[in-house]
């Protein structure tokens, strides 16, 4: 490490790890929302709800998603083996950029200008973080 708290050389395999990290968090929460959305409104009578939702648990996408974040929490303590927390953690904010890109194409979601510059604002407070 250097007087920054940075990796004194580049870190491949843990780079690769957050990175995974990454990945894995979107899949996850791109897979729950697709399939909760065409699974519809959760009825309002309480016992409904909860049948409603235990059936969401049965679906294998929805499974899938669960299984990328329980992978991507395995990839995180890895990550965390060979890279300072204050240097990795930031690198976890394209998270919020890969969200919004694939909610606005893929889910239809649609972009706002506000939620553009407020993704941007935080990348951009992230980085002065990982750089101080």
């Known amino acids: 490490m ?6 004194s050389s580049f870190d491949l395999v843990g780079h690769l790890l957050v990175l995974t990290t990454i990945l894995l968090t979107v899949y996850g929460q791109l897979v729950l ?8 409104t959760a009825p309002a009578d309480p ?4 049948f409603f939702l235990a059936a969401l648990l049965l679906k294998p996408w929805i499974l899938s998603g669960f299984l990328a974040a ?3 929490s395995f990839a995180w303590m890895g990550a ?3 890279l300072p927390l204050t240097y990795a953690y930031p690198f976890t ?3 919020f950029v890969l969200v919004m890109l694939f909610t606005g194409f893929v889910l239809g979601e ?13 990348m951009a407070g992230l980085v002065v973080i990982a750089r101080s």
Do not use: E, H, N, Y
């Open 2 to 7: 250097d007087k920054a708290g940075l990796p």
């Open 33 to 40: 929302k697709w399939q909760i959305g065409l699974a519809g």
């Open 47 to 50: 016992l409904a709800r909860l």
């Open 70 to 72: 329980f992978l991507a």
């Open 80 to 82: 965390m083996t060979r």
């Open 93 to 95: 904010s394209l998270s």
């Open 110 to 122: 649609g972009f706002s200008t506000g939620r553009v510059i407020g993704t941007l604002v935080v």
